[in-house]
């Protein structure tokens, strides 16, 4: 099966501070993404990359970057975290090129509060 | 632009009940995928289904079964006879066929059933 994991499964941290959110996925996908989870707001794209060293902008970029120096690993960087960026962070990975329009592996999320 | 509608917030409904959740989809391509997702409480999303806009063809999967339908873009999802265990958020999905474009979520549907 494919698994999908997130670091952390609940992060507290503090306004101002630098996080890191860590995805890895054992699979050898091409495709992943990061997605937040808000209620009401269903999940809103961040950011996704295609392969390694590129990224492209989702719907709600601002206040986060993305690092995929590896295949398996995307990481969700707040550089300054805000007290607006309290949410459930879902990353997910899928197979296939550009426009293959696979289905999405999910992991656990991270619970992600600041303080 | 794409865009996903789920317009039932919340669903409860009692046991072996019935259930339908809605979806309405908006797309200009004319080739495109359709999909729903399954979230229990503990959080990981589970892919349910997979839908291309060339298969108009209904789908039954044991208790589940999918309606697509071109002419009112809806592809809705019933569960026959519900149980405790189908108590989730349920999402459905919209990506385009053509460019770099990744999964667009509705808002979801909170389903409970009581027993």
């Known amino acids: 099966d494919v698994k999908v994991t997130q670091s952390s499964r609940y992060l507290v941290k503090r306004t101002g501070e630098k996080v890191f959110l860590e995805c890895v996925q054992d699979?050898?996908?091409?495709?992943m993404f990061w997605y937040r989870q808000d209620p009401g707001l269903g999940l809103r794209l961040i950011y996704f990359s295609y392969d390694v060293k590129m990224k492209e902008k989702g719907d709600i970029p601002e206040g986060y970057s993305v690092s995929r120096e590896k295949k398996e690993r995307f990481s969700l960087i707040l550089e300054s975290a805000s007290t607006n960026q309290t949410s459930m962070y879902l990353c997910a990975s899928s197979f296939g090129g550009i426009g293959t329009n696979e289905k999405l592996f999910f992991g656990s999320g991270t619970q992600l509060s600041v303080l | 632009a794409q865009k996903v509608t789920q317009a039932q917030t919340e669903i409860s409904v009692v046991e072996k009940e019935d259930v339908t959740l809605d979806c309405v989809y908006e797309?200009?391509?004319?080739?495109?995928?359709l999909f729903w997702y399954k979230q229990p409480p503990s959080g990981e999303l589970v892919f349910l289904i997979r839908r291309n806009s060339f298969d108009e063809q209904n789908e039954i999967s044991g208790r589940y079964s999918w309606n697509f339908q071109k002419s009112t873009s809806s592809f809705n999802f019933t569960i026959t006879a519900s149980q405790v265990v189908d108590s989730a958020v349920y999402f459905c999905a919209l990506s385009e066929g053509s460019g770099n474009t990744p999964l667009v979520f509705g808002k979801g549907t909170r389903l409970s059933v009581i027993a």
């Open positions: 797309t200009r391509d004319t080739t495109y995928y």
């Open positions: 699979m050898d996908h091409e495709n």
